[in-house]
């Protein structure tokens, strides 16, 4: 089970990052997590939305080069040792972890969310369903 995450790549000066989530903004799409990489010239923002459609197509008439990678968004407790767990999982079934960042979660409830890049989509949900891990599916992204 995976969801999409959106990559967008952009110049690495001050104003770019400001300007994509301004036209989201103005669009009324919620991001609801993201990770910034640079490197030297271009960064590359990576993001969940509760919008996918609404957010490419935003993204595509400002001008931003963008693509969708699957991902896996699982809930693990907001608890110490809780991403621990999920990555023993990862690593019993040989499932390499290319990166990973963090959504907001629900304090209240002990819960936190974790977007994970694998190769392997499929052995990485069904190591994570068999530790008792729950998966965000893409209609439910707007949750994580």
Same mark, same amino acid.
């Given at each position: 089970?995976?969801?999409? $995450?959106?990559?967008?790549?952009?110049?690495?000066? %001050?104003?770019?990052?400001? +300007?994509?989530?301004?036209?989201?903004?103005?669009?009324?799409?919620?991001?609801?997590?993201?990770?910034? *990489?640079?490197?030297?010239?271009?960064?590359? &923002?990576?993001? #969940?939305?509760?919008?996918?459609?609404? *957010?490419?197509?935003?993204?595509?008439? &400002?001008?931003?080069?963008?693509?969708?990678?699957?991902?896996?968004?699982?809930? #693990? %407790?907001?608890?110490?040792?809780?991403?621990?767990?999920?990555?023993?999982?990862?690593?019993? &079934?040989?499932?390499?972890? +290319?990166?990973?960042?963090?959504?907001?979660?629900?304090?209240?409830?002990?819960? &936190?969310?974790?977007?994970?890049?694998?190769? $392997?989509?499929?052995?990485?949900?069904?190591?994570?369903?068999?530790?008792?891990?729950?998966?965000?599916? $893409?209609?439910? *992204?707007?949750?994580?």
């Amino acid at each position: 089970m995976s969801i999409k $995450q959106i990559s967008v790549f952009m110049e690495n000066k %001050p104003g770019v990052l400001g +300007e994509m989530t301004e036209e989201l903004a103005k669009n009324n799409v919620d991001l609801r997590a993201i990770s910034l *990489a640079e490197a030297a010239d271009f960064g590359i &923002a990576r993001m #969940i939305v509760d919008d996918l459609y609404k *957010a490419t197509t935003v993204l595509k008439d &400002a001008g931003f080069v963008h693509r969708l990678v699957d991902v896996v968004a699982v809930e #693990i %407790p907001d608890v110490p040792g809780g991403l621990n767990k999920v990555l023993g999982c990862l690593s019993g &079934a040989g499932v390499n972890l +290319e990166y990973m960042y963090a959504s907001r979660g629900d304090k209240e409830e002990n819960r &936190a969310y974790m977007i994970l890049k694998v190769e $392997q989509v499929t052995r990485a949900s069904d190591a994570l369903k068999e530790g008792g891990f729950n998966l965000v599916d $893409q209609d439910h *992204a707007d949750e994580v």
